[in-house]
């Protein structure tokens, strides 16, 4: 979750907690076998892109697309699901959201979901449903959004030597609940990260994806509000975060409802990331 923003030359962090999504909608029929994630990270036949390393080899970080080839914008859905939240989803708290994921079909919205694996384990149908559907693209969230920093908004952390492994679970996770092909982007939980982390994640080939939108429909409760943060902040080429989870973010779907068709108004085409990705310099 996103209570607000704030940047810093070595960390770029935002306020996490948890959220997740859900589909609506047939759920294909059988399920893909298993692959290894090539790298953990080039998992794709088509070969989506991804951005050149940084200085050194480091993971190279995306937060938003070019201002000046149309406009165009990503709506990017975090399903967040940490390792220990099991006995809450027994309980009857729900960690997805249907009727989000069926507005965005409704609107014929393309949109971006990054999944951890942990919400996959809990919910296969759901992320077999997501994975299989050409409208959306299922990306890497880590296995259990615990925190890639020290100072991460209280999250728990993982250790830099774990690091490396928490992804590669993760993009495991989505295999086997019958995503086909996860592609080789990453987004830290929280937004957090630095430049041990961006090391620690070196060779595996994946693009980290920020944004450069804030939604603010963590908690929220007003609709509206978070429909205007949303309106104000888009730019061509922009990233929007947003969480799709009935739990912590129930006003997610009547925002998507109320954001594209203005936004479409304005002459903006709602895109996946990695449309933005590939239209940046530097790709590959």
Known sequence: MIPQVRRLTAVCALGAALAACGSAGPTGSARPAPAEPPASASPSASRPPVLAPGPGGLTPVFEHGP??????????????????????????????????????????????IFMTGRWADEYPTEARSLGNDPQFEVANHSYSHYAFTDDC??????????MRSDVERAYA???????????????FPGGCYDQRALRALSGLGV???QWDVVSGDAFATDADAVTQQVLDGVKPGSVVVMHCTRSAAPTTERVV?????????????FVKVSELIGESRGHR
């Open 207 to 209: 693009t980290a994806v």
């Open 153 to 162: 908004y209280g999250l728990p952390t993982v250790a830099a030597d774990k």
């Open 173 to 187: 996770s989505l295999h086997n609940a019958g995503v086909p092909r996860p592609l080789p982007y990453f987004r």
């Open 67 to 112: 201002r000046t080839q149309g406009k165009t914008v990503a709506l990017t859905f975090d399903a967040d699901m940490t390792a220990d939240q099991g006995p809450r989803a027994a309980a009857g708290e729900h960690f997805d959201n249907p009727d989000l994921i069926g507005t965005l079909r409704a609107l014929k919205v393309p949109a971006t």
């Open 257 to 269: 409802r109320a954001v594209v068709p203005e936004l479409r108004g304005r002459g903006y085409r």
